[in-house]
C-alpha cells in the first residue's frame, strides 16, 4: 500500500512563490510516475505537471510550464512542485498522486483515472 501526503500550501500574494511537497511512503521504484493536479471549486481537476521517479522526466501543463517546476528527491521519495509567478487563477487543492507503469507502455501524465493513489490536497489561495 502506498500513502501519499502533501504540505506546504499557503496564501500568498499575486507574484509570489510557494513549494509544496508530497511525501510518498510505501514501495516505490523506477516503474512509478507522479503528478500534481488541481481543483478550483467549480472546476475539472486538472494535470499541473508530471516527473517519472526512474529517469526525471518531467511533463507540464501550458498554463504553468513558464512559472513551476516539479521535482524529486528519491533518497525521501518525495516531490516537490515550486511555483512561482503565482495568479489568482492557480488558486485551487492541490493534489499528488503515482501510478506504476509497466516497461514499455506509455504515460498519460495528465490522465487522473491512470493514477492508483492520490494525496488528500494542500490548498493553496492566490491573493490580488
Known amino acids: 500500500q502506498v500513502r501519499l501526503e502533501e504540505s506546504g500550501g499557503d496564501s500568498v500574494q499575486a507574484g509570489g512563490s510557494l513549494t509544496i511537497s508530497c511525501v510518498v511512503s510505501?514501495?516505490?521504484?523506477?516503474?512509478?510516475?507522479m503528478a500534481w493536479f488541481r481543483q478550483a471549486p467549480g472546476k475539472k481537476r486538472q494535470g499541473v505537471a508530471g516527473?517519472?521517479?526512474?529517469?526525471?522526466?518531467?511533463e507540464y501543463s501550458d498554463l504553468v510550464k513558464d512559472r513551476f517546476a516539479v521535482f524529486r528527491d528519491n533518497a525521501v521519495n518525495t516531490m516537490h512542485l515550486q511555483m512561482n509567478s503565482l495568479k489568482p487563477e492557480d488558486t485551487a487543492m492541490y493534489y499528488c498522486?503515482?501510478?506504476?507503469?509497466?516497461?514499455?507502455?506509455?504515460?498519460?501524465?495528465?490522465?487522473?483515472?491512470?493514477?492508483?493513489?492520490w494525496g488528500q490536497g494542500t490548498q493553496v489561495t492566490v491573493s490580488s
Open positions: 510505501g514501495n516505490v521504484d523506477s516503474n512509478n510516475y
Open positions: 498522486a503515482i501510478l506504476t507503469i509497466p516497461r514499455g507502455r506509455r504515460w498519460y501524465w495528465a490522465d487522473q483515472y491512470e493514477y492508483e493513489f
Open positions: 516527473i517519472a521517479l526512474g529517469d526525471g522526466t518531467t
